[in-house]
């Protein structure tokens, strides 16, 4: 299974999480929310929740230029989680950005998971 | 008042404006006192409006040439996008770019926008082109302390048009419509 795929699958709620490839662990996104990474271009170490924040029901605010970023959590904003394409075009973008390489599928699956329980 | 003392005091608010139409007043060309028409083409591609306002101010294309954008829409140069990774599919890539360039300042009829194409050069400087690089942008705020700008912590940087153009989504630049934060109308 490519793992675009599988996000969209985890994303939807149409797969059952016992495959051992894909067993999304919510608790394991939420640890990785908080896990900070050294940027390479010496600015201050960056985790999910720089631009995001540690509570995903409230509004967070894009690091570099300061725009306001609607809440992720689902439970505030329904319109989360419900476009795969989004989901894969900032889950890429972002793992770069605050890593700096890209998420495995297992990592992707976790933080989903994680935003979907918030 | 009479309604020929009204139409006299309107001429010569429009005297006004026409005299000091280089002061940025400018409205194409009706004089700076129609405070409210766009000086600059808003953005009218949904694409564009939705792939980058999500991060910032959606900047009008007539705000840099087309080389710029160019430059700016190259699939390596996106992944590095002033210190963000702006990555699009290819799809959203063409399309955006093609509005780009199409609408850039050097395609432009609007005079302001078309003095962002000037002077321009691509190969200057080391990084990306930026639009408070272009000649026109300095030319217009070398004036404007850093207090007012970086030092103003609802400001930031030059970058955010918005917070003190308080029309700059419509594309509405003019001074008239100046209010810097904590500061009010700019006085040239």
């Known amino acids: ?118 | 008042m009479t309604a020929h003392q009204g139409i006299l005091i309107l001429l010569m608010v429009g005297a006004v404006g026409v005299a000091v139409s280089d002061d940025g007043n400018r409205n194409g060309k009706l004089g700076g006192w129609l405070a409210s028409r766009a000086d600059v083409v808003p953005v009218a591609n949904a694409a564009y409006g939705e792939e980058c306002s999500a991060c910032h101010l959606a900047y009008q294309p007539g705000l840099l040439p087309a080389l710029a954008w160019t430059q700016v829409m190259d699939p390596a140069a996106l992944g590095e996008h002033y210190g963000d990774d702006a990555s699009l599919t290819e799809t959203l890539r063409t399309e955006i770019a093609s509005y780009l360039v199409a609408h850039s300042a050097d395609q432009a009829s609007a005079p302001r926008s078309r003095a962002f194409a000037v002077g321009f050069d691509a190969k200057a400087g080391t990084g990306l082109p930026r639009i408070t690089e272009t000649r026109y942008f300095k030319r217009k705020h070398h004036r404007v302390p850093a207090s007012l700008v970086a030092g103003n912590p609802e400001v930031g940087s030059f970058s955010q048009c918005h917070t003190c153009h308080r029309g700059a989504a419509k594309g509405i630049y003019n001074d008239s419509q100046i209010d810097i934060p904590g500061h009010g109308p700019w006085e040239d």
């Not at chain 1, 939420?30 to 050294?38: L, R």
């Open chain 1, 1 to 118: 299974m490519t793992s675009p795929l599988a996000i969209v699958l985890v994303a939807t709620g149409a797969l059952t999480l016992s495959t051992p490839l894909l067993a999304a662990d919510a608790a394991a996104g939420k640890a990785g929310w908080t896990k900070e990474y050294p940027a390479s271009d010496g600015s201050a170490a960056r985790s999910c929740a720089t631009c995001h924040g540690r509570d995903l029901t409230q509004p967070g605010r894009q690091a570099n230029t300061g725009k306001v970023i609607e809440p992720l959590a689902p439970s505030v904003n329904p319109q989360r989680l419900t476009d795969p394409a989004k989901i894969e075009k900032w889950l890429l973008r972002n793992c770069k950005w605050t890593i700096g390489r890209e998420c495995t599928a297992a990592e992707k699956a976790d933080f989903i998971a994680y935003i979907k329980t918030q």
